[in-house]
């Protein structure tokens, strides 16, 4: 069986810095893309709020420069995705879906997390033309323009709070009676004057030409009272959660109650020896593609370390 001295799963922000870190410091790390290369950030369109790029740049390019910066210092890059992890004993051995295995001395977890969506297929007929989870990501796009948060938790509130500074209208389209956020952010949201709280209200379809131009809704679905409507938007912002991918490490990393990977303080130590998570798989908080490249830099150099320690 093949052993690498430094693997890492995952091709974000965070899994191609710290492939970057990993190459220069001679360590020839090997990177797993995974299920989507170039990581969750590909799903949007321009990234205007990444240093370097004072006009902004294409997602995709931007991956894309991230990887040809990986390979230059080393990097093997390859398609496959991680199906089995047994992190019992060192070298740690990781099989994948095309029937390879390896085993390692070293694991960088940068597999991401994946926002949850409502389900509709007009979702990802409009994914980056209207359809966003990330309102920090994408808010900048909306100025002036009337904008839909879908969720009712703090998340949700915090998201359209924030896009209401930018947006000229922001609906917050609740499925409860109630917003589950706390007390602090119910206030926030219901006070401020751009945003409108749809309550007992579901979001059926969206609609529009080139981009989103509105969405379907049902006011108390299945109810006597029962009404459909349209809003007229111009973005449609998911805020009810993301899952972080890290089910196939639970059994051996500590996760909290949502499932990202819990790491020793300000480290991306794992409790597993020579394992480091990195990115949003161990982020509930910030999920932004510059604090996953932070992160990804950090686990290298602690792999670094670890290697040079073990002499391995």
């Known amino acids: 069986m093949e052993t690498i001295r430094c693997l890492i799963l995952g091709s974000g922000p965070a899994g191609y810095t710290a492939a970057i870190y990993a190459g220069r410091a001679g360590i020839t790390p090997v990177v797993y893309e995974g299920l989507q290369p170039g990581g969750q950030l590909t799903t949007t369109t ?4 990444f240093p370097g790029y004072p006009d902004g740049i294409d997602a995709n390019e931007m991956m894309d420069d991230l990887r040809r910066q990986a390979e230059r210092f080393g990097a093997e890059i390859r398609s496959a995705i991680c199906t089995q992890a047994d992190l019992s004993q060192t070298p740690y051995k990781l099989t994948f879906d095309d029937g390879s295995q390896v085993a390692c001395h070293t694991l960088i977890i940068a597999t991401g997390a994946s926002a949850k969506y409502l389900g509709l297929a007009d979702e990802e007929k409009y994914r980056g033309q209207g359809v966003s989870a990330c309102a920090t990501c994408d808010g900048f796009f909306y100025r002036k323009k009337r904008v839909a948060v879908v969720g009712g938790g703090d998340t949700a509130c915090e998201e359209a ?21 706390s007390k602090a952010m119910q ?24 981009g989103v131009q509105g969405a379907h809704v049902v006011y108390r679905k299945g109810e006597a009272d029962e009404r459909t409507y349209d809003i007229e938007i111009d973005g449609f912002f998911l805020a009810i959660g993301h899952k972080p991918n890290s089910d196939l490490f639970k059994p051996w990393v500590e996760t909290d109650e949502l499932g990202y990977i819990v790491t020793e303080g300000m480290t991306p130590r794992t409790r597993v020896p020579g394992v480091f998570a990195a990115g949003d798989v161990a982020d509930p908080l910030y999920r932004q593609a510059i604090t996953a490249a932070a992160s990804g830099c950090k686990a290298a150099i602690e792999a670094e370390k670890y290697l040079a320690a073990h002499k391995l």
């Open 187 to 210: 206030e926030r949201v219901l006070e401020n004057p751009k945003i409108e709280v749809l309550f007992e209200t579901n979001t059926i379809g969206l609609f529009g030409e080139d």
């Open 161 to 181: 709070s924030y896009l209401a500074g930018l947006a000229s209208k922001v609906y917050l389209i609740v499925r409860k009676p109630y917003l589950r956020a």
């Open 46 to 49: 321009e990234i205007e709020n």
